[in-house]
């Protein structure tokens, strides 16, 4: 593709994937609310605030396919989350309806379902049951998603990202992590597809206990490679197990369940 644009690139997934990108489009653009240095040679830098129709708009101006982590990614006073994940994505969709449709790959996560247990494996048909004002702005970003997908033909790529990083860090993470390379193949398999429609796609490597059943999108060609379980020996040397009876140890979306409602200030 010519044009590839990747907003949250100053985030902690969007920085490790900003240069695992460039291999996909002859110009990635690259975009967060804070500078991001000089561009790379195949780069363009944008500093855009989601929330800011206009600049969202010139953002999306000549972008062939849209890699979107850009957001509130923890829990957080509702303000701030409605201003990126909710008035952010609405503008961001408004900007690539205005603009042809291109193809996008949405960050959502685990927590629109992180009140189901972790003895419970689940399927791209199991209700929502977000632990959190960040996990209901991601219910809200799939449904307008899915919203822009039947009204207008919008492509997305509904990604429940578990822990994308380098390697897991706890013992809920050797079910929930997906590795960068895994992740990069997955954007390479979204945006190759002759058709992809508007899929939740369970963001976990091939973890031996993983949750989630990603069976539906099989015809993606995705087949993640790695697996947490080579961490196990030593996340067990040094974290110590949560008590049986901690919401870390029972919730799939961990201590997320515990956040309360951040006052506004």
Not at 76 to 87: E, P, T, V
């Amino acid at each position: 593709m010519k044009r590839l644009l990747l907003t949250g690139a100053a985030g902690g997934l969007g920085s490790a994937m900003r240069g695992r990108l460039k291999g996909l489009a002859e110009i990635v653009r690259v975009s967060d609310i804070v500078d991001l240095g000089k561009p790379a040679p195949h780069e363009e830098v944008m500093v855009c605030d989601l929330g800011d129709r206009a600049a969202v708009d010139r953002l999306v101006e000549g972008c062939d396919a849209i890699v979107h982590l850009g957001g509130i990614s923890v829990e957080d006073k509702f303000s701030k989350i409605m201003n990126a994940n909710l008035l952010g994505l609405y503008n961001l969709y408004e900007a690539a309806r205005a603009n042809g449709n291109p193809r996008i790959l949405f960050a959502s996560s685990n927590h629109t379902i992180g009140f189901y247990r972790q003895d419970e494996y689940l399927d791209h048909e199991a209700p929502m049951k977000p632990d959190g004002l960040y996990g209901v702005s991601k219910c809200f970003g799939e449904a307008l998603a899915r919203m822009y997908h039947e009204k207008f033909g919008q492509e997305t790529a509904l990604v429940r990202i578990g822990s994308c990083m380098e390697k897991p860090k706890n013992h809920r993470m050797l079910s929930t992590w997906m590795s960068y390379d895994d992740f990069l193949s997955m954007i390479e398999c979204v945006f190759r597809a002759p058709r992809l429609g508007c899929p939740i796609i369970w963001g976990c490597s091939n973890n031996d206990t993983r949750w989630w059943d990603n069976s539906h999108v099989s015809y993606l060609g995705w087949l993640p490679k790695d697996n947490a379980e080579r961490f196990r020996a030593e996340i067990d040397a040094a974290v110590a197990r949560p008590a049986p009876d901690d919401a870390v140890a029972i919730y799939q979306g961990g201590p997320f369940v515990n956040d309360p409602i951040f006052a506004e200030s």
